[in-house]
């Protein structure tokens, strides 16, 4: 290769991304049906649906690329629901992609809107007005991780696509390639490891094999050092200032740092929060944990019907702070014999 | 009365040593040791960049330096930056060396760069840059608020320095010696109130003070009051919440709340600051939060579903519900110290570094095909413990990846100074490599020639295209 591929380096999962339909070795029956969209050079509005990292957006880039060639991304709009400020915003978009010009041999254009699932009902219902109304020279390729968010009128007008969980040896032979691509020395129980971590999401998976590697080789230990370096610090600090020691305002504190200096949404930090109490360093009742769970939960679903991140958490500082008293209460009876 | 021209108050107790700018001895620290560094000749940002609010201090502090230091101040106002020739004009004086001027060396003082504006006084801040590299005397910019998008590119070559607001205590005691030296007969009650209601702005409380002093002779509370005015808010925000934390009955914190002008989604905001400071007792704490998080959930139906009817109970839900929460009668009316919403606060201190963060996440988002959200909370932390482990990969990657000096900072503490160098050999590999011969030797001829606008144009093609647009030219 160049100069350039020898001095510059790029992210493994961009780097190794499958161009076109032929190089997707997993999901065979999506695979097979895309193929014959490019071979007829017509298709349906389709919905790709499934968890992430299972290959729904290299799907459809490679469909792209294998309908219109190389400068696929001519005839591509690209959009993800959860970056783009409204649906005014996609709709403009949408119309000013319309009126450019068409490809040589293929009668549409490609609309990609990627996280689809994210937007509204009421989003969604302009959305389907849209997708209807430049029909005539495009085609919406919708993505979603929750195809029941996606509401019933749009569904119907998409062929609907389910991309399921990779399996084990799928993620870890291509994860081996790779390696093997990059002259990195591995073994397999790093590999194991590293699925066990990313939950079958190969674009997670991808990612910590790369960070491993930059550690030296990837085994066991590279790979849970990277998971621990790569979760906040003040994940766990937050957990142990609320429950243990009572202080709501140093844990508010580290919630704040978590979400302005790392940039975390509420969500985000919640998610790393579940990992956590189910965590063997953390000390704490078993039915503590259960508990804390399904407050969790409560306050994930009243995130994401809109409420605000800080108010939201600190409500859940609050009652980490009320389910830590006993256990604080233990503690100081123990070395002090109170009065 | 014919009395002979005064010089304004503000003017007159200018400070005229570094020690007597009030407060802000962070700034000054960091503001001598930059000059000191200019001054063995060694600077290591050619220019500072001072901010903070109005009226706290920053032209003084460094005319107080100038002095001290035996320098000569050419000061620029905002008025001169429209004209890039006049820019120019103080860029060639100041790129001679100090020794053909004489034994004097000068300070150059740009006050109010963010009034520049990015349109209409366009060239004035590519004047600035180049002013800031070629410049052989130390340079100084003011600004209220640096964080202004247009001044980014300033912002990276400048050595930012905050200013303080200044707290009313210490405006105050500005204004009484004032009192002293003018023999003007002052109420305590007064200077409060002129200390309180300019904020933190030392020159506008002067300036007020001298108001009241020329034209009446005295200074008291009925005069400052009624010449002054008083401001529009009915309750200071801190006695709202007190008012409502301290609510025994569900009318008394609501009545609290119909006195202030704070909107409903500031008020949110200040009671959420400070329910844990008053709500000492777990139980009340928890149930206060529940209560605050009632009351932003009805907010968040009014954004989704229009209906400005829910805002009566998130109302009620902030005010009379995280009243009655807190019960534990040993805190319940216990006086503690309340704090102005940290969040908002936070916000405008880190936006710089949240804009190096939102930009990087767009990078990856665009090559990982994923949502900026996706690459913050999956792939940046992935990135940092490579770029903290591994400068030399990590050089490599941000070659390939076109991030710009800053966000390979932000990715690592411990080793941004030396990816960026890292960085720096590889792009000179690079273009050797691509060039080869001849070609290249003509490339470095070039460069020789202009150095400042060839570094400027890599900045901004770093910023933009990476390392295609990089190679292209």
Partial sequence: ?339 | MSQERRTPWVVKYRPSRVADVVNQEEAKKAFLSWLDSWLRGKPEKKAALLYGPPGSGKTSLVEAAAREYGLELLEMNASDYRRASDIERVAVASSRGASLVGARGKIILLDEVDGISATADLGALDAVMNLISRTSHPVVLIANDPWDPKLRELREVCLLIEFKRLTKTEVKRVLQNICRSEKLDCEDEALDFIAERAEGDLRSAINDLEALGEGFGKVTYALARSVLGYRNRELDSFEVVRRILTSKYSWQARAAASQTDLAPDELIQWISENVPRQAVDPEDLWRAFESLSRADIYMARIVKSGSWDLLAYASDMMTAGVALAIRNPQYKFKWVKYGFPEKIRMMSKTREIRQVRDDLAKIIAQHLKCSTSVAKSEVIPLLKVIFDNNPEYAARLALGLGLSDSMIRYLSERNGDRIVKLVEDLKVQLRETLLGGLESSAKKEAEKVKPITKKVQRERSRSSGGLESFLKK
Wanted: glycine share 4%.
């Fill in chain 1, 1 to 339: 290769m160049s100069a350039r591929g020898v001095l510059a380096e790029l992210l493994w999962a961009e780097k190794y991304r499958p161009r076109s339909l032929r190089e997707i070795v997993n999901q065979e029956e999506i695979v097979k049906r895309l193929q014959v969209f490019v071979k007829e050079k017509n298709m349906p509005h389709l919905l790709f649906a499934g968890p992430p990292g299972t290959g729904k957006t290299t799907a459809a880039h490679a469909l792209a690329h294998d309908l219109y060639g190389e400068d696929y991304r001519l005839y591509m709009l690209e959009l993800n629901a959860s970056d783009e400020r409204g649906i005014d915003v996609i709709r403009t978009k949408v119309k000013e992609f319309a009126r450019s010009k068409l490809p040589a041999n293929v009668p549409f254009k490609i609309v990609l809107l990627d996280e689809a699932d994210n937007m509204t009902a009421d989003a969604q219902q302009a959305l389907r007005r849209l997708m209807e109304m430049y029909v005539d020279v495009t085609r919406f390729i919708l993505i979603a991780n929750y195809p029941s968010k996606i509401i019933e009128p749009i569904q119907s007008r998409c062929a609907v696509f389910r991309f399921t969980q990779l399996k084990k040896e799928d993620v870890i032979s291509r994860l081996k390639w790779i390696c093997s691509n990059e002259k990195v020395v591995c073994d397999d129980r790093g590999l194991e490891a590293i699925y066990e971590v990313s939950e079958g999401d190969m674009r997670k998976a991808i990612n910590i094999l790369q960070a491993a590697a930059a550690l030296g080789e990837v085994n066991v230990s590279n790979v849970y050092k990277v998971v621990g370096l790569a979760t906040p610090a003040e994940i766990r600090a937050l957990l142990k200032s609320a429950l243990f020691e009572g202080d709501f305002l140093k844990a508010r504190d580290n919630l704040r740092k978590l979400m302005v200096s790392y940039g975390l949404s509420g969500v985000d930090i919640i998610k790393q929060l579940h990992r956590e109490i189910f965590s063997s360093e953390i000390n704490m009742p078993e039915e503590m944990r259960v508990e804390i769970a399904d407050y969790l939960g409560e306050i994930q679903f009243r995130l994401v019907e809109g409420a605000d991140d800080e108010i939201q958490l600190s409500a859940l500082l609050a009652k980490l702070v009320l389910l830590g008293k006993p256990l604080r209460q233990q503690a100081q009876a123990k070395p002090t014999k109170v009065k």
